[in-house]
């Protein structure tokens, strides 16, 4: 079993900046990806960005330019820079890791990962 930990997220103020840590625990070496979904009020869970053990990292689109996810393999965490935060934004950050999956999207979608933090909220005022 892997159990992950999120730290930080709060209020900020639009174009502001905030940084999620997270640590992750347990059987680790099973692990083949890092990374950070959220889910905004109303709408279904989505992937932030995501290191995977072997190939590219993965961003979603609008926070592209704005967020940096780095992960220490040795230490076992992954957090998440944002910048230039927007009121869009606002939603409960899920630090998240996956044992593995196949395709084109893989990772992409919330039923490729197997572990998830309870969740920190990150709201952005306007």
């Known amino acids: 079993q892997v159990q992950m930990a999120e730290s930080g997220g709060g209020l900020v103020q639009a174009g502001g900046s905030l940084r999620l840590s997270c640590a992750g625990s347990?059987?680790?070496?099973?692990?083949?990806?890092m990374g950070w979904y959220r889910q905004a009020p109303g709408k279904q869970r989505e992937m932030v960005a995501v290191v995977p053990n072997v190939g590219s990292t993965k961003y979603l689109d609008s926070v592209k330019g704005r967020f940096a996810i780095s992960r220490d393999f040795a230490k076992g965490t992954v957090d998440l820079q944002m910048n230039s935060l927007k009121p869009e934004d606002t939603a409960v950050y899920y630090c998240?890791?996956?044992?593995?999956?196949?395709?084109?999207?893989?990772?992409?979608?919330?039923?490729?990962?197997?572990?998830w933090g309870k969740g920190t909220l990150v709201t952005v005022s306007s």
């Open positions: 347990g059987n680790l070496f099973s692990i083949n990806a």
């Open positions: 998240v890791s996956g044992r593995g999956c196949t395709g084109y999207a893989c990772y992409e979608r919330s039923i490729d990962m197997d572990y």
